[in-house]
């Protein structure tokens, strides 16, 4: 008879068990975009804004405040960035992107470009490096949910379909300063390379990441233009 009862208390259990644990799986895998949505929707309804220094004794320290979670979710005041990486780094401002790029990585390998991604955001080795001259510098990175297994900058790019035609992009590079202008953003099939290995006339940066998020079916691609150039050295003008 006990047994009997403890059988009907396991098979009554386990399906409730089995539904909690996936419930539970599912928030962990989702848990940074569902936080990046929300960040990204105060920080939009609080007109929040990023404000770019080159060096943090310049910024004013009374109208801004230092990058941080608490800054982000609390306050209205600007934020200030200070680039992670003037060697080689990216800093998008309307979504908040601040990361080091690994130089020169392979799109096909899979195995290399995700322990790249630990330590940043990928430049494609078969593209240019950021120039005033006419070159495509291609920039990717997950949009993940493994995040994980991926690390640190596995969601970098969480955010990147908030982006707008006009909004600046800010590529570092031995020591100088391209400022990008987004002009294009778009979705292609995850087999599509024309936006890696299409001919260019002009200066241009393409950011790109998987969409839906986690998947490989699509990709979504942001072209931007250069804008600006700002030397690292006068005699590099």
């Not at 396991?10 to 848990?31: D, E, N, R, V, Y």
């Not at 590529?171 to 002009?183: L, P, Q």
């Not at 072209?223 to 050295?233: E, Q, V």
């Amino acid at each position: 008879m006990k047994l009997r009862v403890v059988k009907k208390r396991f098979f009554t259990w386990l399906p409730m068990s089995l539904i909690l644990l996936g419930i539970f799986l599912l928030m962990i895998s989702f848990g940074p975009l569902i936080r990046d949505e929300v960040w990204f929707y105060f920080k939009e309804m609080k007109e929040q804004e990023f404000v770019l220094v080159a060096n943090e004794d310049l910024a004013n320290k009374g109208d801004t405040v230092r990058d941080s979670i608490f800054a982000r979710y609390l306050s209205s005041k600007p934020i200030r960035i200070e680039p992670v990486s003037k060697d080689f780094g990216l800093v998008i401002e309307r979504i908040g992107v601040n990361v080091p790029v690994v130089k020169d990585v392979s799109v096909t390998d899979e195995v290399a470009y995700s322990e790249a991604l630990k330590y940043g955001v990928a430049h494609s080795l078969t593209s240019g490096y950021p120039s005033r001259k006419p070159g495509n510098v291609y920039i990717f990175a997950h949009a993940s949910l493994n995040f994980w297994k991926l690390g640190e900058y596995a969601t970098v790019f969480n955010l990147l379909r908030k982006l707008d035609p006009g909004d600046k992009v800010h590529v570092f590079y031995e020591g100088d300063a391209y400022v990008y202008s987004v002009i294009n953003i778009e979705k292609v099939k995850g087999w599509d390379t024309y936006p890696l290995t299409r001919p260019v006339i002009e200066p241009l940066l393409t950011l790109q990441t998987c969409d839906p998020p986690g998947t490989t079916l699509n990709r979504l691609v942001v072209t931007a233009k250069l804008a600006d150039f700002i030397a690292g050295n006068p005699d590099d003008e």
